[in-house]
């Protein structure tokens, strides 16, 4: 790729790239390259939402799970202190 300075080892990038994305690249405007750049900020966006999603469900689904065992736990110990009114 070459580098805004176009130094030397910006056309040796550009030359390891095959032909075919030399001549993509070499096609595109301004805007289009604009717009490629932004449409990569966007997905790195998108990957950093659903990692943080992806690990939110996990710690939803985990905080549901643990109060069950506490709400239970809790419950227990209270019939301890008080017995639960029942046929006698």
Known sequence: MVDD???EAG????????????RFLAGL???????LRDGLRL??????????ARWLLILGAGLIITLGGVGDALIRMWHWVVPP???K
Not at 43 to 52: D, K, N, Y
């Open 11 to 22: 056309a040796a990038e550009w030359s390891e790239l095959p032909p075919q994305v030399r």
């Open 43 to 52: 997905l790195a966006a998108i990957s950093t939402v659903g990692r943080v």
């Open 5 to 7: 300075q176009g130094t």
């Open 29 to 35: 405007r301004e805007e289009e390259v604009t717009m």
């Open 85 to 87: 009114a029942g046929p």
